[in-house]
């Protein structure tokens, strides 16, 4: 097969002129199209490459479950801290070694949440042995140490996790540390401003929403064939990145738990729309899956609404499967449709669908 490398060696030479590239190019796109009997996914994942994953997974939780048992009874700090350096030390066979996919994920989890509680406890250990200390923490009570100790610990979290990738470079490690920054700045606040309002707590999350969401487009236009572990990162990145920017928005319209009115569903409605019209273009389903709740509990206003309180639930559930059917089975040619929309420069950096028709 040619290269789009040698094409371009090819017209630097003469060998070709730059129209019988672009004309090579085009032809073998189509024939890559008619060979294809059903549309690709470019949104792939390598999360499993094989039973084996899951058997190892199994084992990894039921070795290092029994081992926290036993390290607890020497106390929260021991438990934390044998987990952390177990969940290393099983990575250096298991991720280094063996590039197992899913065990890599679980180790990375349980490495991150581990040290999040080892520095946790141990700087809780140490306040408590210097109660008289004026420093950081010694001279406030506990209400007003943990918000600190949510964002020492969080901070180390990324640093940790930081190291643990330019160790082992699992794709989910990106997202950890962002969650745990994510953690460090609710934690910020907190201990900035005692009991803070509701809504700064949601602007909050919006905006590392939209910083998540930014930093996955980054790794996603960087990559848009999606071959590289560029696509992994981003695809963890998208799903934090999702409820972060889903739930504050669409929260404000839904109320506090009670049924919405009629302006208030359609509102929601349209948000998700809107969203799912984004999560089409760049082809991650994450943002989508995030806004189903929110529109089912729309649909389940309106169908009140409407008389039918006796089929609200079987009828919320027939609308959502029905949209989700229809939008999977037309996946592809919307997304040809709305990446005509696009500018073309923008719309080249993003996946193209591969459809069987043209």
């Known amino acids: ?164 990738y330019l160790r082992f470079r699992v794709p989910i490690t990106v997202a950890a540390g962002a969650t745990a920054l994510v953690l460090a700045l609710l934690g910020l606040i907190s201990a900035l401003v005692p009991e803070p309002p509701q809504d700064m707590v949601i602007g909050a999350l919006f905006l590392c929403g939209c910083a998540v969401f930014a930093l996955a487009m980054r790794f996603d236009l960087s990559d848009p064939e999606r071959v590289t572990r560029r696509n992994d990162i981003a695809f963890w990145l998208h799903l934090l990145a999702a409820p972060l920017i889903v739930h504050p928005v669409i929260s404000q319209f839904a109320g506090n738990g009670l049924m919405p009115g009629i302006g208030t569903a359609v509102a929601v409605l349209a948000i998700f729309v809107l969203l799912g019209a984004i999560a089409v273009v760049i082809d991650r389903r994450a943002m989508l899956v995030s806004g189903l709740v929110y529109a089912g509990y729309a649909f389940a206003s309106l169908i009140r609404e409407i008389g039918l309180d006796d089929q609200t639930a079987p009828a919320t559930l027939l609308v959502l499967g029905a949209f989700v059917l229809l939008l999977s089975a037309g996946w592809g040619p919307v997304r040809a449709a709305l990446l005509r929309l696009l500018p073309t420069h923008l719309a080249h950096r993003l996946p193209h669908p591969i459809l069987s028709s043209s």
């Open 1 to 164: 097969m040619i290269t789009d490398a040698v094409l371009e060696q090819g017209v630097v030479r003469g060998i070709v002129t730059n129209e019988q590239a672009i004309g090579l190019r085009t032809l073998a796109r189509d024939m890559a199209a008619a060979a294809a009997p059903e549309p690709e996914d470019e949104e792939k994942l390598r999360s499993v490459t094989g039973f084996s994953d899951i058997f190892v997974t199994l084992g990894i939780g039921l070795f290092t479950g029994a081992l926290g048992y036993f390290a607890s009874l020497s106390g929260d700090l021991a438990r934390w801290s044998v987990l952390a350096v177990s969940a290393w030390l099983l990575a250096e066979f298991f991720t280094r070694r063996r590039r197992m996919a899913l065990p890599s994920i679980a180790l990375l989890a349980l490495f991150a949440v581990s040290v999040f509680g080892a520095t946790g406890f141990f700087l809780k250990w140490l306040l408590s042995g210097a109660p008289e200390q004026t420093g950081a923490f010694g001279a406030w009570g506990y209400d007003q140490e943990r918000p600190w100790l949510v964002v020492f610990s969080a901070l180390v979290t990324v640093v940790m996790t930081g190291l643990h």
